[in-house]
Each structure stands twice: as C-alpha cells, then as structure tokens.
C-alpha cells in the first residue's frame, strides 16, 4: 500500500502533443479511406431499406416517427434489413433475433463505442493496469463489490439523496427550477462519492465536481452528436492519449485520497496495537485497498483511474435518468398518489412487522425493556427508514421505473460491431467490421413482449409479473443482456426508486414550466435536457427551519 501512495505519473510534453495532432490526423484519413475502399459490409441478401426521395439517409424519417418508420420496414422486409442514419450503415437486428446479438462474443458493444467514438483511448489514458480491451476488471469490480454490498450501503445512499433534496429543493410552493437536473448532478455526485470513496473523501466539494464534470466529459466523448461524425472518434482517439481531462480529475482524487488513507491507516495501526478490531470504513476505495493483491494496482492514481472509470460508467448514466424520472411524474400526475401509497403503506407494514418482533423478544425475556432495542436491528427510530428491504418492497415504483425506460428508449440502439464473420441462425451472414445495431421497436413496443396497449405509458403494466426493473432479457434491454449485461443495474435502480419515493414523498405536484415540451420530456435521448423546467409544489407545510 505504501507504493499505491508514493508513484506519480509524468505529464505529456506539449510538443509531443503538436506533433501527434497532425500525426493522428493523417491516419486517421488514410485508415478511414482504406476502410472505405476494402469493406463489403453486407450479405447481399439482406435487403437495403430505400432512401425516401429528397433525404440522403433514413435520419429524418426516424425523426419524424421512428415506430411507424419501423413497422413499415419490419412489414416490408423482414426482421434484418439495412439503413442508412447516424452517419452510418446500420443493419438492424429485430425480433427473437437479438438475443443473438447479445450472446454472441462476437459482436461487440465496446467496440461499437470505440469505432464511433474513440471513448477508449479516452479512458484508458487514465489506467495503468488492466488496460486489455476485453479486460472485464470493472464489471468484476461493480459486481463483487457494489451488488452484495447494496443494503449495506443504502443508508448511506438515502442520506446523501435526502439531504441534497431538502437543502436544495426543500419546501416549494410553485418553486420553479429551471434545471433541474442541476439538483439531481448533486444528489447523485453525493451519493455515488459517499459509496465509492467514503464520507471523508465526500467532504471534498472537488470531489463532488470531478464527479459531475467527468459525467460531462464523458458525455461530450459518447453523446449522440458526437456520433455522427466519423472524424470525431478518429481525431478523439489521437487527442485524448495526451490531452485528456480526465488527468486534471485523477490529480482531484488522490489529491483528496491520499491523507485519507493515510488517516486511515495510522487508525488500524492503532487499533492493532491496542488490541481492538479496527472498524473497517465501508466503502469501495477501502475494499480495494484490501484486497490490492487480488487486483494488483500499480499505484493510488491507477487506483484512483479505475474509481473514475467507475464514475464515468455509472453517474452520467443514473443522473440522466434520475432526472428524467421527474419529468414522467409531471407528465403523469395521476399516477403520484398510488406511488405515495404503496410508499406510506410498505413503511407501515415493516412498522408493524418490527413492533410484533420487539413485543415477542420483549415476552420471551430476550430484551427487559423498550429501551433496549436503541441502537439494534429493532430501534423503533429506524422503522420507517427507506432500508433496501423497504424499497424492494415498492413493486408500484419498480414498474413505474421499468415503463419508463421501456417508453423511452430511442428505437434504435445498443450497437455491436462484429468482431468477425457470424452467420445467424436464420442464415444471415454478418460480414466482420459491419455495425449492427438492436431494434429496441420490435421488443420494447411488441404487444407480444409487453402485452396490451404496448405505445402507451401504463406504468403498472409489470405488477405480479415477476418482471423486476433489473432484469436483464429480450423484453428489457435497456441495461443489454447477457454476460455483458450492465452489473451496476441494481444500484442504479434502487437509486431511481429512491430519487422517485422521495419527490413523491416530499412533493403532492411536479409540472413542467413548458407543457408544450412534454413529447421531448419524455423521450428525450439519453444526455439530451428538455428545455422545460419544472415547478415543485410541498406536500406538507415548512418545517420550522424550512420557513
Ligand atoms: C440508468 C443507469 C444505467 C444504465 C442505463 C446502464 C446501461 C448499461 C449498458 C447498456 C451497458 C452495456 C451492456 C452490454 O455491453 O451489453 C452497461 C455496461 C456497464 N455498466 Fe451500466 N448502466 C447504468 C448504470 C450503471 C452503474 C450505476 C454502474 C456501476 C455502479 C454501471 C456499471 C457498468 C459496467 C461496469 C459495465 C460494463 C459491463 C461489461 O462490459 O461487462 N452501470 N451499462
């Protein structure tokens, strides 16, 4: 450990930098002109959707109705046909067909990204181990440590949600907020830093901002615009190897790291001497901190390179959607009332549950006196406390959250670049370096995978279905599927139902500022704000600090 503290990294001379700009450039012409003229990207048989006569691809016709655009193509042609959008030659893949995608190692979603964004040489700049392309180093992380741990971490999570919203928002009579999602960066910069590094580490406010910033970062690197220009990924790739901002981020954590392992480590000495159990800090630095042998960092900043490689995946994501939540509940306030009661009737039920088991531990003598269970797994104070047994509990909230993904989701999405020629069970061929990408349509507003009225918005449409907003299958891609499949999707749901059980607990109305908005509120893309605001309105009156 005491090498994690000690190395540093050299910075990238500027002239390099001048050098390998032109460089970069230069190759990327001649690569993308050599791609251009060696790829056949396509099995003649699958047919090519035509373009419509005025347009030059098929954008504006997924703009203007993506599920009519789809249908007609789906009817037309089948489920494997060819377009042209996003700047690129897409096959698209429907039906029972994409799980083949999906299970197949040989298409790619990482290599997808890379090839239309560059985002690799983006994050791996930061890194100094584990930097092989299929390296699963974060999705082992995330799932050996956040997962298992989430109960234990929720308090935490739900202290740090509650609190932003109540210093930030708290009581509104018609308050309006013009961005929202400015209180929502915070709230989750809180909660995430709170899990992922600790509390001390939290109290750092450039901390909190590496957190927000990065997600930015990140975001100008994977957004959508950022997409459509082949020339971005290539010019990224050259650019981010040695002008990154993730450096100036990394500088912030093992800035704010360093005495705190430091502190950290002078108290387990400590603790060893006298004898006693150190009480170990629950939080994802400290358990890497244990276990470095196992994941061999190479320093505290490739540690911390990884921590933020962490952030990037999981806070630009869970904040988007958070806010977005919001934004359903303004749309649909009738639907505000049935979540504070599932919410009001859940917490009474876990009341009444803990009040039968301190009466019969009282009966059987266990525990003389009320006052006993103060601090315990029964102290009353902490009966109605969103525990993450509480928030399971709330199936309402969970099919809320699940709808909204559903409904969202832009039809298509998820690309996969196929690492080499696969032939599909229906004879498909896939040549090697073709872009695939999943028509979310075909599952996600199929009456035969979503049951009835599958183009509306019925939040409780999976109540007693067994289909919880984790679970990853055809039915529910939003988080892929498969070995792949995102393994932060637990934390990130019990983050939404949270953020959802707290605006519906503290707020009777949420309305958008722009009605006018609303289609944009609800499927706007992902990193995509609706340029309406909100306004918030109190469900109780102001506390007395709050007045
Ligand atoms: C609303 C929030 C989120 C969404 C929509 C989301 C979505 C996704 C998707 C679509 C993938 C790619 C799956 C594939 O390759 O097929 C993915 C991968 C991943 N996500 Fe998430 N994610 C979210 C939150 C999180 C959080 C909170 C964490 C961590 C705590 C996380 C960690 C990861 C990791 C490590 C991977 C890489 C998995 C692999 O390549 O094996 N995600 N996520």
Known sequence: MIGLLSANTGSVPIDALKVALPLGIGLATAALLTFKMTSNPYDKSIPNVPIRKGDSNHDKELEEDQDEFLIRCEEDYGPIFNVRAFNQDLTVISGPMVREVF???????????DTLTGVRAFMMSVLKSHKDIDSRFTHELVRDNISPNLPLFTPRIVEQLERVVDEQLGYCEGKVVEKPIKIVQDMIAYAMTNVFMGPEVAKHRTVIDTFIQVTYDFGKVVGRENRKNAWHAWSNKTKYRVLNPLHKHIEVLTDAAGPVIEERRRQEAEA?????????????????LDNNEKYGFVDLEDLCGHLLILILVSVHTTTDTSTNLMYYLACFPEYHEPLFQEQEEVLGQIEAEQEELRQSKLQSGEFASVEEFVGTELDPAHDR???AAAIKRMVKMDSFVREIFRYRMTRLELQHLAR?????????RIAKG??????????HQSYEYQGEDPAEFRPFRFL??????????????PFGMGRHACPGRFLAIQELKTVGVLMVSRYSKIEMIDPSHKKRAL????GEPCPSGLIFTSRTAPTKTEA
């Not at 060893?272 to 009480?279: I, L, Q, R």
């Open 103 to 113: 299970m197949n190692e040989s298409f790619s979603f990482g290599d997808a990204m």
């Open 272 to 288: 060893n001497e006298n004898g006693v159990e150190w009480d170990r800090p629950l939080d994802i630095m400290q358990r890497l």
């Open 385 to 387: 406390d969103l525990s």
């Open 420 to 428: 080499e020629p696969v032939t599909l069970s229906n004879g498909t």
């Open 434 to 443: 073709q872009m695939v990408v999943i028509n979310l349509r075909s599952l």
């Open 464 to 477: 007693g279905k067994a289909k919880a907003a984790t679970k990853a299958a055809t039915d529910f891609l």
């Open 523 to 526: 499927l706007s893309r992902i």
